[in-house]
């Protein structure tokens, strides 16, 4: 009988405001990917849902190219692999899938392979393909994420904040690459605008350590990222005024965009309705996702091995 294993990923949201490549979170959004290992060889891959017809079938998916870097990483014999996907995570919408794809065939690949890979080398390797580490790290691990590389390795603290939280995401109908996003970021910015983000994202990160999560209200903001990207998506200010007005606790562009995320511990509904109507304002169709945090992060859920 052929060994396959499946696997889910959650959708992350990167940045959360000030933490720039840095901070990231995981919510209750999955992808599922089964890969089974086959006698004859090549590759095939179906999709279903987000993105079929669009994700490449062949050697050039993200995911089939994770499942070939652990292949490689421990030796194991070519053979061929079968991969079907059901993703439910948007794509180029800022809520981590090309990050998902990467997460599930690492994951996938090291299940088939005997599991030789650390999750430490999981997130080495995934950071390597996606090119940061904010949203393959909360992909991984589940919960909060801090990651830097350090020493040319990748150090990630996961935090599991005591205190739920509801992440709204508005989510337009137009998608951004985030590779375009990131393609209008300055090489450089004023030093007041680094000392503000700095300052910011320690105070987020202490904020979910200590549960003080009215502080949220100061620190969800940005001078890194959020003003370069603001004229790539209409309404964004009247969105994050939108979702303060009805309670939320701040909002923030949600990794690179063009999805919106404003996070509350009161009336989500709401706040979704207010940011998707602020959308409609500037032309921009929306809807919005009600998000938990998610704490498993990726998840063998069959094993057949
Ligand atoms: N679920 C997926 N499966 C396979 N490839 C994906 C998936 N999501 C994104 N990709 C690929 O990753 C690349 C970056 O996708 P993008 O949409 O910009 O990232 P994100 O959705 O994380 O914002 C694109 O080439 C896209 O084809
Ligand atoms: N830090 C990155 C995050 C990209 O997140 P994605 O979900 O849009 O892939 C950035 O802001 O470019």
């Excluded at 439910?88 to 392979?113: D, F």
């Excluded at 090489?187 to 105070?203: I, L, Q, S």
């Excluded at 890194?224 to 303060?244: E, K, N, S, T």
């Amino acid at each position: 009988m052929a060994q396959s294993v499946k696997v889910r990923v959650p959708g992350t949201i990167a940045n959360c405001g000030p933490g720039f490549d840095t901070v990231g979170m995981a919510g209750t959004i999955y992808n599922y990917l089964e890969l089974t290992l086959t006698e004859q060889p090549g590759v095939c891959i179906e999709v279903k849902g987000e993105g079929s017809g669009i994700i490449p079938d062949n050697e050039y998916n993200i995911a089939y190219q994770a499942v070939q870097a652990v292949f490689r990483e421990v030796g194991a014999k070519q053979c061929g692999v079968l991969i079907r996907m059901e993703n439910s995570i948007p794509l180029a919408r800022g809520l981590g899938s090309s990050a998902a794809a990467i997460v599930a065939g690492l994951t996938a690949a090291n299940a088939l392979t005997g599991s030789n890979l650390s999750m430490e080398e999981l997130l080495e390797m995934a950071t390597r393909i996606e090119g940061h580490p904010d949203n393959v790290a909360p992909a991984l691990y589940g919960g909060v994420t801090v990651s830097i590389v350090a020493c040319g390795k990748v150090q990630c603290l996961r935090i599991d904040p005591a205190a739920g939280f509801t992440m709204v995401v508005a989510v337009p109908e137009f998608g951004l690459s985030t590779k375009a996003a990131r393609q209008v970021l300055p090489k450089t910015v004023p030093h007041r605008d680094a000392v503000f983000n700095v300052g910011r994202a320690a105070m987020l990160v202490g904020a979910l350590c200590t549960n003080n999560l009215s502080y949220f209200r100061y620190v969800i903001d940005d001078r890194l990222h959020q003003p370069y990207r603001q004229r790539l998506i209409p309404g964004m200010q009247q969105v994050f005024d939108a979702a303060v007005a009805q309670g939320a606790l701040g909002a923030a562009i949600s990794g690179a965009g063009p999805c919106l995320v404003a996070f509350t511990q009161h009336s989500p509904a709401a706040i979704g309705e207010a940011m998707v109507h602020a959308f409609a304002e500037n032309g921009v169709k929306a809807h919005y996702l009600l998000l938990d945090l998610d704490k498993s992060g990726a998840k063998i859920i069959e094993d057949n091995t």
